[in-house]
């Protein structure tokens, strides 16, 4: 049972959680960011409809920034871990697992996609001329 002499001698649990908060902001801050313009454009969108089209060429400049930005860093990650890997079997092993899981995944979402495409009837009436 705790005395209200204990309960002076404890410190109060609002500070350190705030420091948490502030240090999980800052790790993410921004995809917190892209989160919130995503959901701003959203937004928008539900609210003036067809006449938020004339911020499109923002979206446009945004994504292609996106692109040039991930598509580098992507490879270079990529390319230091394997210049960096100590053991050819280790990079055949992963390697490996990497084709292994990319099938897989393209596998069960070429599957998803034909069911939903089957249950929906989303293709009735279409005509694809070869």
Avoid: H
């Amino acid at each position: 049972m705790s005395t209200p002499a204990d309960s002076e001698l404890q410190p109060p649990a609002s500070p350190r959680s705030s420091s948490r908060l502030r240090s999980i902001l800052a790790s993410y801050r921004f995809p917190l960011f892209i989160l919130t313009g995503v959901v701003i454009g959203a937004i928008i969108g539900l609210i003036f409809g067809e006449r938020a089209a004339v911020i499109k060429p923002f979206g446009t400049l945004f994504i292609n920034m996106m692109f040039t930005l991930v598509v580098p860093l992507v490879f270079f990650s990529i390319s230091s871990a394997v210049a960096g890997m100590s053991s050819a079997t280790r990079l055949g092993k992963i390697l490996g697992c990497m084709l292994g899981i990319f099938a897989i995944t393209g596998i069960v979402s070429s599957i998803v996609m034909i069911a939903a495409l089957w249950i929906t009837k989303a293709t009735e009436g279409v005509k694809v001329e070869m």
